[in-house]
């Protein structure tokens, strides 16, 4: 029988979940196993039975990776030319005390939200909230925009917390949910994974929470990213990726990505242009001072390139800032707005960070095969 004082309880929960990522294949299973996790972890609490009505995980993908049917629910909420290169949180894995509730094909209304703006998020109630009590800001969900990789351990996670789910706004099925099944307090926490697309876990409680114990909750969403990263750094298969740099910085990819995954060192920007015309690549990795700092230059390139627009291109600084220790702010805002996925200040950066950072910018396909396309 759980007990909810017993801190020592939801320190163990954070390795339960994090241990889930050893033998995953893929961010759903985890997503799924997760939610198992938490369902029988919570359902008897201080000697009260079905003390958890339900657990939800979501993610955020965007609408072109989403499948057929995904797609067409989306559309059939919002028929708009927007869908096309919108976000969309997805229901991941559900989990709950009714039969329906365990099959995610079987929910009405969360399959998939689509997030158009930052206007058409704050007038949902439910995802404005657990956007915000995240500490994540709505702009970088609708539209991600993923800069300076933070390893885990140096994020600082928030949690979402409805002491009393009757009558709160952001719970808006009162009459078919909250109140035919008893539903007290709501617990959610997640987080943003390197690559801007964010996770959350929403837990549906049938008993009071305190405030001063949904906070513990937060360290189950570091356990859950770390999860997600072990699945990457440990089923990885080879991937295709250009490396544009100096001598010293294709080096050090080399030795972090060579042997897992198919290497095109290039060290001139005329010579990049040419392989990325022959050549289909999952991913291009570009040194700041690349060919006399001309990283710019082919940023350009690529982003005319309409073969290679969906490739991510992350901008990787090996050598210190003249500016000063970092990369400066300029640099970075200009980046991002020319079309870069991330800019790396890699210089005290160690080898297994750059590699969980650069690594999570692969596509899902090179992991394994996603649960939603099965």
């Not at 099959?103 to 909230?129: Q, T």
């Not at 513990?216 to 699945?231: D, K, L, M, N, W």
């Not at 995954?261 to 289909?280: F, Y």
Request: hydrophobic share 45%; proline share 4%.
């Amino acid at each position: 029988m759980r007990t909810l004082q017993d801190k020592n309880q939801f320190r163990t929960d954070a390795l339960s979940l994090y241990g889930l990522g050893e033998n995953a294949t893929s961010t759903e299973e985890i997503a799924l196993k997760a939610a198992d996790y938490l369902f029988e972890q919570f359902s008897e609490i201080d000697g009260i039975s079905d003390a958890c009505a339900l657990v939800r995980f979501f993610r955020t993908m965007n609408y072109a990776d989403l499948t057929d049917e995904l797609k067409d629910i989306a559309k059939s909420k919002f028929d708009s030319e927007m869908l096309e290169t919108s976000n969309c949180l997805t229901l991941l894995a559900t989990r709950g005390m009714q039969s329906e509730w365990n099959d995610r094909a079987l929910s009405v209304n969360h399959r998939v939200i689509p997030l158009l703006s930052v206007e058409a998020v704050e007038k949902a109630p439910m995802v404005s909230r657990l956007v915000s009590r995240l500490g994540i800001e709505v702009s970088n969900v609708v539209t991600p925009t993923p800069g300076w990789f933070l390893p885990p351990d140096q994020k600082k996670y928030g949690v979402m917390y409805v002491a009393e789910a009757k009558e709160d706004p952001a719970i808006v099925s009162q009459k078919e949910f909250v109140l035919p099944y008893g539903i007290r307090s709501v617990v959610g926490f997640g987080g943003l994974l390197p690559t801007g697309d964010m996770f959350a876990v929403l837990m549906f409680m049938r008993v009071h929470i305190p405030i001063e114990i949904a906070k513990h909750f937060t360290g189950f969403s570091r356990a859950i990213e770390e999860a997600i990263s072990e699945v990457r750094s440990g089923k990885r298969s080879r991937a295709k990726i250009l490396v544009a740099d100096s001598a010293k910085g294709i080096r050090r990819m080399d030795n972090l990505l060579g042997k897992s995954h198919e290497l095109i060192a290039i060290a001139t920007v005329e010579d990049a242009v040419k392989a990325l015309k022959n050549d289909a690549f999952d991913l291009i990795v570009c040194g700041i001072e690349f060919d006399e700092s001309r990283m710019f230059d082919l940023l350009k390139a690529v982003k005319r390139d309409s073969r290679a627009k969906p490739k991510p291109f992350i901008c990787v600084r090996q050598n210190p800032s003249p500016l000063g220790p970092g990369i400066d702010a300029g640099l970075t805002t200009a980046a991002t707005l020319a079309g870069a996925a991330s800019v790396i200040d890699a210089v005290k950066m160690s080898d297994s960070d750059l590699l969980l950072a650069l690594e999570s910018y692969l596509p899902e396909e090179i992991w394994s095969v996603s649960v939603l396309n099965a």
